[in-house]
T-cell receptor, first 111, second 116 residues
Framework: KQEVTQIPAALSVPEGENLVLNCSFTDSAIYNLQWFRQDPGKGLTSLLLIQSSQREQTSGRLNASLDKSSGRSTLYIAASQPGDSATYLCAGWGSARQLTFGSGTQLTVLP | ETGVTQTPRHLVMGMTNKKSLKCEQHLGHNAMYWYKQSAKKPLELMFVYNFKEQTENNSVPSRFSPECPNSSHLFLHLHTLQPEDSALYLC???????????????FGPGTRLTVT
């Protein structure tokens, strides 16, 4: 069964700092990995989707990478802003044909 | 309306009530999903429908009953719930769901359910 782990559980950084969020997964047969953002009490907003054949995806200040061999993905956020404060979730689609979610990293960007 | 919508946004119900959650997607997708998000726990997949056919039921208690009348609408019928069923219920959709490939999932805003 796929397991997805996110470290750290919470992170607080000053505005303007570059940061990296980590995600690890156990199913090497992963088809894709998706990063989401969730604001308190709200639904999920898809940020980036990386297919298994890709190494990374970029959208604006966000860059996500995928390394199937090591079972890891990272989300890089450049020049962080207070508006980036949210919980970031990674989810892998593997051989079980369903998205398995990590517990998330709660990010706070201090002005 | 665009994207994935869910109604109601908040619901308080007693353990003997019967209620339904509604989800509608305006993206032309063929797969729809129900997830449960409890405090301090990862999102849990409950049900999947692909082209109106249920393809996944992750050992969900029978007090939760899904219905998918067409590819755009998904319902979750609730009856005799327990307080531990209080959670955020999220609906999502994707282009389709197959074993050979996967597609980006788009989520609705969720229904915050409180069982008293």
């Amino acid at each position: 069964k796929q397991e997805v782990t996110q470290i750290p559980a919470a992170l607080s950084v000053p505005e303007g700092e570059n940061l990296v969020l980590n995600c690890s997964f156990t199913d090497s047969a992963i088809y894709n990995l998706q990063w989401f953002r969730q604001d308190p009490g709200k639904g999920l907003t898809s940020l980036l989707l990386i297919q298994s054949s890709q190494r990374e995806q970029t959208s604006g200040r966000l860059n996500a990478s995928l390394d199937k061999s090591s079972g890891r993905s990272t989300l890089y956020i450049a020049a962080s802003q207070p508006g980036d404060s949210a919980t970031y979730l990674c989810a892998g689609w593997g051989s079980a044909r369903q998205l398995t979610f990590g517990s998330g990293t709660q990010l706070t960007v201090l002005p | 309306e665009t994207g994935v919508t869910q109604t109601p946004r908040h619901l308080v119900m007693g353990m003997t009530n019967k209620k339904s959650l509604k989800c509608e997607q305006h993206l032309g997708h063929n797969a729809m999903y129900w997830y449960k998000q409890s405090a301090k726990k990862p999102l849990e997949l409950m049900f999947v429908y692909n082209f109106k056919e249920q393809t996944e039921n992750n050992s969900v208690p029978s007090r939760f009953s899904p219905e998918c009348p067409n590819s755009s609408h998904l319902f979750l019928h609730l009856h005799t719930l327990q307080p531990e069923d209080s959670a955020l219920y999220l609906c999502a959709s994707s282009q389709t769901q197959t074993s050979a490939s996967s597609y980006e999932q788009y989520f609705g805003p969720g229904t915050r359910l409180t069982v008293t």
